[in-house]
């Protein structure tokens, strides 16, 4: 069984590979102080957008199964959501960026804040495109489509 770290670090480099869809929604912000180390911050940030991701998309929580994961909910798309989300998504990019990569000593702290940062660049940059206005992307299906989705991999 995969641990919630390593999930964690996986679904990031599953995202960055994704990171050509417009779409996206978001989660609270990472419970690392700045007082934590580089690595607790860049690891903690990395498990709050696993936590996003996984809000966002209910049928992939439900395809991986992680103990203790609930099925029985849907994600907030509307327009006042999707702005927290992008609003989240820049405060963490601003927290990565105020990180120093090289103090990072833990080689998953490394590739966690490689993979976020690239993930989230991304996203900033894909904002433009508003697909929540759009309803159907050849990225995101429609939310029909998402629907009847989530309901297959329900256990």
């Known amino acids: 069984m995969l641990t919630r770290r390593v999930a964690s670090i996986l679904w990031l480099g599953v995202l960055a590979a994704l990171a050509g869809g417009c779409r996206s929604p978001g989660v609270?912000?990472?419970?690392?102080?700045?007082?934590?180390?580089?690595?607790?911050?860049?690891?903690?940030?990395?498990?709050?957008?696993?936590d996003l991701a996984f809000a966002e998309q209910p049928a992939a929580t439900a395809r991986l199964r992680f103990p203790g994961a609930r099925y029985d909910f849907l994600p907030d798309d509307s327009l006042a959501a999707i702005a927290r989300r992008d609003a989240q998504r820049a405060?963490?990019?601003?927290?990565l960026e105020a990180i120093d990569?090289?103090?990072?000593?833990?080689?998953?702290a490394r590739l966690?804040?490689?993979?976020?940062?690239?993930?989230?660049?991304?996203?900033?940059?894909?904002?433009?495109?508003?697909?929540?206005?759009?309803?159907?992307?050849?990225?995101?299906?429609?939310?029909l489509i998402s629907l009847a989705d989530a309901a297959l991999a329900q256990p």
């Open 28 to 50: 609270a912000p990472p419970s690392a102080s700045r007082a934590a180390t580089p690595d607790a911050r860049v690891l903690a940030l990395a498990d709050a957008m696993v």
């Open 91 to 95: 405060a963490w990019l601003a927290e």
């Open 101 to 108: 990569h090289e103090q990072l000593g833990d080689p998953n």
């Open 112 to 143: 966690a804040y490689d993979l976020a940062r690239a993930r989230l660049e991304a996203q900033r940059a894909l904002r433009v495109c508003r697909s929540e206005l759009w309803g159907v992307s050849q990225v995101s299906p429609a939310w």
